[in-house]
């Protein structure tokens, strides 16, 4: 195995420590091959029975954007409805998307009936597949981030909405839309904490059996 140097696993707590989720973009463009250099993290990424079921959509047309962000006023709208009090009001006014700004988008689905890697482990366990999805994506954000650029996961959306305003096939399930550019700031602190709604562990609930 490759060992790693003591300034190597501090600068890799320090990326992990400063990746955040990212609502507030500058609309610079972001550069193709900067852009191409991150989503090689997919090509890294482990998946179950190496299935890689992992399936992108960039979203760019003016009618795909506007479709997704509608689609986000609209869920975002019902889950106001669902507080009430001083959690509506605090709620009411937090930036949980960056889509109106960010230059580059994707939204991210799961192949549910991918032939790659012939089911090994996901015939028991079929979810296994969209928490490869899941650990692509972490590998992707934090090569995001690594090189300045900020990630925002929007996830309050329909995703079967989604699907059918981007007329994706019926066996791909979405597991998040996000929005990538340059952050109009970098701060190690969850912008969610920030603003008061909630707060961070402060000891991992770690149980022995």
């Given at each position: 195995?490759?060992?790693?140097?003591?300034?190597?696993?501090?600068?890799?707590?320090?990326?992990?420590?400063?990746?955040?989720?990212?609502?507030?973009?500058?609309?610079?463009?972001?550069?193709?091959?900067?852009?191409?250099?991150?989503?090689?993290?997919?090509?890294?990424?482990p998946s179950v029975g190496l299935s890689e079921p992992?399936?992108?959509?960039?979203?760019?047309?003016?009618?795909?954007?506007?479709?997704?962000?509608?689609?986000?006023?609209?869920?975002?709208?019902?889950?106001?409805?669902?507080?009430?009090?001083?959690?509506?009001?605090?709620?009411?006014?937090?930036?949980?998307?960056?889509?109106?700004?960010?230059?580059?988008?994707?939204?991210?689905?799961?192949?549910?009936?991918?032939?790659?890697?012939?089911?090994?482990?996901?015939?028991?366990?079929?979810?296994?597949?969209?928490?490869?999805?899941?650990?692509?994506?972490?590998?992707?954000?934090?090569?995001?981030?690594?090189?300045?650029?900020?990630?925002?996961?929007?996830?309050?959306?329909?995703?079967?909405?989604?699907?059918?305003?981007?007329?994706?096939?019926?066996?791909?399930?979405?597991?998040?839309?996000?929005?990538?550019?340059?952050?109009?700031?970098?701060?190690?602190?969850?912008?969610?904490?920030?603003?008061?709604?909630?707060?961070?562990?402060?000891?991992?609930?770690?149980?022995?059996?």
């Amino acid at each position: 195995m490759h060992a790693f140097s003591d300034e190597f696993q501090s600068d890799l707590e320090d990326l992990m420590r400063w990746r955040r989720d990212v609502r507030r973009f500058r609309t610079d463009p972001v550069d193709e091959a900067l852009l191409t250099r991150c989503l090689d993290a997919f090509l890294m990424a482990p998946s179950v029975g190496l299935s890689e079921p992992w399936r992108l959509i960039r979203v760019s047309s003016n009618g795909a954007r506007k479709a997704a962000l509608e689609n986000f006023k609209a869920a975002n709208a019902e889950a106001l409805s669902g507080y009430s009090g001083e959690k509506a009001q605090l709620y009411s006014g937090l930036k949980l998307s960056g889509m109106e700004d960010a230059p580059v988008q994707f939204a991210i689905f799961c192949d549910e009936t991918t032939d790659k890697g012939a089911g090994l482990g996901a015939k028991s366990m079929p979810e296994m597949r969209r928490y490869s999805v899941v650990s692509a994506i972490m590998l992707f954000w934090l090569a995001v981030r690594s090189r300045g650029l900020g990630l925002g996961w929007v996830s309050i959306l329909d995703p079967e909405q989604l699907a059918r305003d981007l007329d994706v096939p019926k066996s791909w399930s979405l597991v998040g839309y996000f929005c990538l550019g340059w952050p109009e700031e970098a701060t190690d602190s969850p912008e969610l904490e920030k603003a008061g709604w909630e707060s961070r562990r402060g000891a991992l609930p770690l149980e022995v059996r």
